[in-house]
T-cell receptor, first 115, second 111 residues
Framework: GAVVSQHPSRVICKSGTSVKIECRSL??????MFWYRQFPKKSLMLMAT?????????EQGVEKDKFLINHASLTLSTLTVTSAHPEDSSFYIC???????????FGSGTRLTVV | EDQVTQSPEALRLQEGESSSLNCSYT??????LFWYRQDPGKGPEFLFT???AGEEKEKERLKATLTKKESFLHITAPKPEDSATYLC????????????FGGGTRLMVKP
């Protein structure tokens, strides 16, 4: 099946530092990947759409300079949380569409804790 | 604006007690409706895609159905391992590849 690998699964960082989260499509190419944020017991909120070779499209209210997205290849998208603050603590999930009837495949998520 | 509403927010069942989860949607043209299962601390796991009213899909104890306004996820004789949050999402015709998610239904199945 279509597999999306997300790394790291958990990260704790100090306030003011930056954290990079990787999202890889392992057995398919993804020209478009999506980054979501999920708060406890809440549904997924789309943050941005990552497009290979071009700038990401951010949803309204999402700070472009804080959440940097790079989609440098057909199998890798990265989300960098810059100058992280405690309010950035959350569960971040990426997804991609494989086009193989699996719908949109999601990564396993990254739990970010900013202390 | 595309909207997806799931009900109930939480559902407690006894093992073997069948029930249904609802996903009501409003979109300007439906390209697809998706059901996912999410376990705590994990990413959503794909279950079904439905494309047109009248379509049904089954997988083990789960069956998804679709009408022009809503979708149901029927759970037959659930087991404790079916406990999870079930998410519904729609892809609208004018939204490219973007999905709009409902709030989810937290299902708890007691032995």
């Amino acid at each position: 099946g279509a597999v999306v690998s997300q790394h790291p699964s958990r990260v704790i960082c100090k306030s003011g530092t930056s954290v990079k989260i990787e999202c890889r499509s392992l057995d398919f190419q993804a020209t478009t990947m999506f980054w979501y944020r999920q708060f406890p017991k809440k549904s997924l909120m789309l943050m941005a759409t990552s497009n290979e070779g071009s700038k990401a499209t951010y949803e309204q209210g999402v700070e472009k300079d804080k959440f940097l997205i790079n989609h440098a290849s057909l199998t890798l998208s990265t989300l960098t949380v810059t100058s992280a603050h405690p309010e950035d603590s959350s569960f971040y999930i990426c997804s991609a569409r494989s086009g193989r009837g699996y719908g949109y495949t999601f990564g396993s998520g990254t739990r970010l804790t900013v202390v | 604006e595309d909207q997806v509403t799931q009900s109930p927010e939480a559902l407690r069942l006894q093992e073997g007690e069948s029930s249904s989860l609802n996903c009501s949607y409003t979109v300007s043209g439906l390209r697809g409706l998706f059901w996912y299962r999410q376990d705590p601390g994990k990413g959503p796991e794909f279950l079904f895609t439905l494309y047109s009213a009248g379509e049904e899909k089954e997988k083990e104890r789960l069956k998804a159905t679709l009408t022009k306004k809503e979708s149901f996820l029927h759970i037959t004789a659930p087991k404790p391992e079916d406990s999870a949050t079930y998410l519904c999402a729609v892809q609208a015709s004018n939204a490219g590849n973007m999905l709009t998610f409902g709030g989810g239904t937290r299902l708890m199945v007691k032995p």
